[in-house]
């Protein structure tokens, strides 16, 4: 990840206007081409799937996965479902409340983001500055990761319950969980990454240890970190997700996942909208820590080789 | 400010002293270099003239003997930022603009804005690249970049300069007009220089004295002093001095089996 080294550009600041307008066209492009090739599987498998009677040809074997309505509704009766009220007699549509679940989730998961950054950074910088620390702290985080969530998570949430803190900072401390760990690992190598040179440089002009991590180390680690944030932030989601599942936290969209899987038969498409609701979140908290990064780290940046 | 710049007594080093990885760098060198003077560093790859300039610069620390500068410790020179350093590569920090990489000493000896705006810009004029300060490095050739390496090394008037084959990279046109220039500011500032190179006519066109160290411990071989005068222009290029002088640095090389 960290040698993807742009083309050097004389005029940057007219070349990287010029190449986010393109970029963005280009992108938009794809996501519609994505959406239309995946609609287009979908209910071309279901056709072709009901036109063959549900098994394989010419024998008795069913399909991977069965193409009648109730397995797989149609796209068009996803997206109607999302403008039809979210249960008979209320005026809400089920868009409008996926959208407050996700923001309830977003919260969450923007919570767990920062708190895992931030403890992530922590933990790079300890282990920068201390070789013993760094000796200590590596198995301990790699063992963290292979805990599974499920588990943690109903612990967490109850020792929350048992203190002043409220379910969200519980589900943000859950999604923190996945989200250190790329942050410090990532974060390591980056603040690690300067030449001998310019931390001699550093050196020659008497900079304290804290000086040359604020002036040297950390932009440095910039091409590094972002990548893991983007991870990070993908990773919150799915950890506030699991984190609502997990521990029965109502109003999210983890929340709504599970209501709609246990009334999957009397409604399957919402169960549907719901997932998609929780990939776009994931989408939209990519996109956020890519445009920072592309605020934030230079095209022209020099980087490792 | 009578005594010298510098003064080396008996320093030897060794890297890694006792283990498998034991390196004798450097075996009882001895040099006094004078305020003012400008003296390279010349000898076979290995034989250590960078130990020498870091251990100037207190980078690294001397296994036996001692080193001055400016009649303090080393340690205390560099605490006391007496000197200023370039390498080889420019080393500029990429995601900071050009006078923002002159200003980084000066930031860090906590200056104003006003003041490190001041020098910056005094410094890119001084080294002819007033209209560049708002560029990134990158926007740079690599003959402009060693330049601000070479600014940000005088941004803070230091009286000593530690450069490190700072031409290394560079073509050999921009190389001597590089040489005449570097020459002129550290005599207008009147800058003690140890520079390091691997070219015989840089040695002797920018120096005062080329020492001439043999590899394997490195030991100094000879020094050799450059009759050219001060104030030297391209012209000195062409005198017989010259390369009179460019020839006993060559027989010096030869002499301890450097190929030259
Ligand atoms: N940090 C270090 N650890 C171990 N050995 C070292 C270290 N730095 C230098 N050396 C060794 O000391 C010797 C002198 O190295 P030095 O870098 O001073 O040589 P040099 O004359 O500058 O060479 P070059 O012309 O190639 O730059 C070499 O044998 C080198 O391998
Ligand atoms: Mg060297």
């Not at chain 1, 986010?20 to 794809?30: D, I, K, Q, T, Y």
């Not at chain 2, 860090?108 to 990134?136: C, I, N, P, Q, T």
């Not at chain 2, 926007?139 to 450069?163: E, N, T, V």
Request: hydrophobic content about 50%.
């Amino acid at each position: 990840m960290a040698d993807q080294r742009g083309p050097v550009i004389i005029d940057a600041a007219a070349n990287s206007r010029l190449g986010s307008v393109g970029g963005w066209a280009r992108n938009l492009g794809l996501v519609a081409v994505a959406v239309a090739v995946m609609v287009v599987a979908w209910e071309g498998y279901k056709a072709i799937g009901q036109a063959i009677g549900g098994t394989w040809p010419g024998t008795s074997v069913d399909l991977p996965v069965s193409p009648d309505d109730l397995t797989m509704p149609h796209t068009w009766s996803i997206l109607g479902a999302l403008f039809e009220p979210v249960q008979r007699g209320s005026d809400e549509t089920l868009a409008v409340f996926l959208l407050k679940a996700a923001a309830f989730t977003f919260v969450e998961a923007g919570l767990g983001f920062l708190i895992g950054g931030l403890v992530g950074l922590g933990l790079a910088v300890l282990m920068l500055r201390s070789p013993l620390l760094d000796r200590a702290l590596v198995p301990w985080i790699n063992i963290s990761q292979t805990v599974p969530l499920i588990a943690l998570a109903p612990i967490i949430v109850t020792w929350g319950r048992t203190t002043f803190l409220g379910d969200t900072v519980s589900v943000a401390l859950i999604a923190a969980y996945l989200t250190f760990f790329p942050v410090a690992v990532n974060g390591l190598v980056g603040l690690k990454s300067p030449s001998t040179e310019k931390l001699e440089l550093m050196r020659s002009y008497a900079a304290p240890w804290s000086k040359t991590l604020i002036a040297l180390r950390f932009p440095a680690a910039r091409p590094y970190l972002f990548p893991a944030f983007k991870l990070a932030a993908t990773l919150s989601v799915v950890g506030a997700i699991v984190g609502e599942i997990s521990a029965g936290v109502r109003g999210g969209l983890g929340r709504a996942i599970l209501d709609y899987a246990g009334r999957y038969t009397t409604g399957p498409e919402k169960l549907y909208a719901a997932v998609l609701g929780a990939a776009l979140l994931g989408l939209f908290v990519f996109g956020m820590a890519n445009l920072a990064e592309q605020r934030l780290v230079n095209e022209g940046e020099e980087q490792p080789r | 400010m009578s005594g010298p710049a510098i003064v080396i007594r008996s320093v030897d080093k060794t890297f890694n002293p006792g283990t498998r990885g034991e390196v004798a760098a450097l075996e009882t060198v001895d040099l006094t270099v004078a305020p003012g003077e400008f003296v390279s560093l010349i000898g076979p790859s290995g034989c250590g003239k960078s130990t020498v300039l870091r251990l100037i610069a207190d980078l690294v620390a001397p296994t036996a003997g001692e080193i001055e500068v400016f009649g303090k410790s080393a340690h205390q020179a560099r605490l006391d930022r007496d000197y200023g350093m370039a390498f080889q590569s420019a080393g500029l920090f990429s995601w900071r603009k050009v006078a923002r990489n002159i200003e980084l000493p000066l930031e860090l000896m906590g200056w104003s804005k006003a003041d490190r705006e001041a020098r910056s810009a005094e410094m890119l004029a001084m080294v002819r690249l007033a209209e560049f300060g708002k560029h990134y490095p990158w926007q740079l050739s690599g003959g402009m970049q060693q330049r601000i390496a070479i600014a940000r090394a005088l941004s803070f008037k230091p009286r000593l300069l530690l450069m490190d084959e700072p031409f290394g990279a560079l073509d050999e046109m921009t190389r001597e007009h590089m040489q005449s220039e570097l020459l002129s500011l550290v005599s207008d500032l009147g800058t003690t220089v140890v520079f390091v190179t691997h070219s015989i006519s840089e040695a002797t066109f920018l120096s005062d004295r080329v020492v001439v160290l043999s590899p394997r411990p490195g030991r100094i071989h000879e020094i050799i002093d450059v009759p050219l005068g001060s104030g030297r222009t391209d012209d000195a290029r062409e005198e017989p001095a010259f390369f009179a002088c460019s020839t006993e640095i060559r027989e010096s090389l030869r002499a301890i089996g450097a190929a030259a």
